[in-house]
């Protein structure tokens, strides 16, 4: 009988001492994650760990040549590395988690805490992309709400919740200041009597350099997409999204790459005596090249605007099959005949093969073509091959473009 207790006791200390160990296991793991990862509501850190590595989802740049980003453990090291055309000098942004120390060695100025919790646009071309990772609710000001299309900017605008601060080269700083945001985006041309980046930095403002138009291709304009989100530590939802718009573009892009006949096409039009022709290695070139389009000036190694005379186009363009991206403001052929009647020479016109990216302009005349557009690169991919291969795409119906009548 004593046996029996004496091996029953020592069977019950056993499984005790089991459970106590298997307990503590499970505390201290818990109380390493709870000490390393925990945050407020606010997004900080509330407990520093030296080891953690707070950025556990990173994103990768495949498209765009502008934009690299460096991750350390708890700060990240954003570079725009060609803000404008010609440009010999770069930015640097060190974007450091909150509740976590500043690295050393980086101007004060540079550093940003993250993730933001307000942002001022200063271009309506980075509204597409606060929708798309769902932070439209951090924006508190803009640069002109008569330019804005993104429906979701439009109901916070109409709530009165966003602010108007005036163009790039004439920006309400007072304003900007009583807003105090943590973050202005805005882009730059190089120009120091229009662009409102030193003015703002000089001000105590934090701003970011979105360089998303020197991008020579639809698709790494689009991945700028990406340089938003790293202000909100939204690098996952980012990722997921220009995925989908790349795989989207190429699957549409694949609709014509078995044509064998492509159409010759030309685009812009006569302003104030000099035609600015797209460059063989621009955005547009690609997207005329990935829709089966035969662009007259493919030949062209430039990625910038070719400055040419009414008559040169004219030789080249005559009997060109499509015409393309024209004057917003001509409505109809009357308004095309207006502006030059010379215009009536050109093959295109005679066959009322004329399409231009204006269908989607609000009453005060902005252009959604110019906003959303560039997030949607496949939206855009998919009109232009409905217009020059209406055969490849039947059930598309034009979204940004429209025919001239």
């Known amino acids: 009988m004593n046996l029996r207790k004496s091996s029953y006791s020592k069977s019950i200390i056993f499984f005790c001492q089991l459970f106590l160990i298997a307990t503590l296991i499970i505390a201290c793991h818990s109380t390493k994650i709870h000490t390393s990862t925990q945050t407020t509501n606010n997004g900080c850190v509330q407990n520093y760990d030296i080891n953690t590595d707070y950025f556990p989802q990173k994103i990768k740049i495949t498209h765009a040549t502008g934009l690299t980003v460096e991750y350390h453990k708890h700060y990240k090291v954003v570079t725009i590395k060609n803000p404008w055309q010609n440009a ?165 892009a694949q609709k014509v790459k078995s044509i064998k006949n492509s159409p010759t096409v030309f685009v812009g039009f006569n302003f104030k005596g000099t035609w600015y022709m797209p ?17 007259i000036w493919s030949d062209d190694k430039s990625s910038g605007s070719l400055p040419l005379s009414f008559e040169v186009v004219l030789e080249r363009a005559a009997n060109a099959d499509y015409w393309l991206n024209f004057s917003q403001s001509w409505h109809n052929l009357k308004d095309l005949f207006a502006e030059d009647s010379r215009y009536a020479d050109f093959k295109a016109v005679k066959t009322g093969n004329l399409y231009n990216n204006n269908a989607r302009v609000n009453e005060t005349g902005g252009n959604d073509y110019w906003e959303s557009g560039i997030s949607n690169p496949d939206v855009v991919l998919s009109d232009l091959i409905k217009i020059l291969h209406p055969e490849r795409l039947p059930n598309h119906q034009l979204f940004f473009y429209r025919q001239l009548s």
């Not at 500043?102 to 001022?120: L, M, R």
């Open 88 to 252: 010999n000098t770069g930015f640097q942004y060190v974007l450091v988690q909150c509740g976590t120390p500043t690295p050393q060695g980086f101007n004060q100025t540079q550093v940003i805490t993250v993730p933001i919790k307000s942002i001022v646009s200063l271009s309506t071309t980075h509204l597409p992309h606060l929708a798309k990772l769902r932070v439209v609710d951090k924006l508190i000001g803009i640069n002109n709400s008569k330019q804005v299309n993104t429906p979701d900017v439009l109901e916070r605008i109409k709530a009165g919740k966003v602010a108007q601060i005036g163009n790039n080269s004439n920006v309400n700083i007072e304003k900007l200041l009583e807003l105090n945001p943590d973050l202005v985006t805005t882009f730059s041309t190089g120009n120091s009597q229009t662009d409102s980046y030193a003015k703002l930095t000089e001000a105590g403002l934090k701003v970011g350099i979105n360089a998303e138009y020197m991008e020579d291709t639809p698709l790494g304009r689009s991945e700028w997409l990406k340089f938003t989100a790293l202000f909100f530590n939204q690098e996952e939802q980012a990722e997921k999204i220009f995925q989908e718009i790349t795989q989207k573009y190429e699957q549409v």
């Open 279 to 295: 460059g063989g290695k621009s955005y547009v070139a690609k997207y005329l090249a990935d829709a089966g389009a035969n662009y």
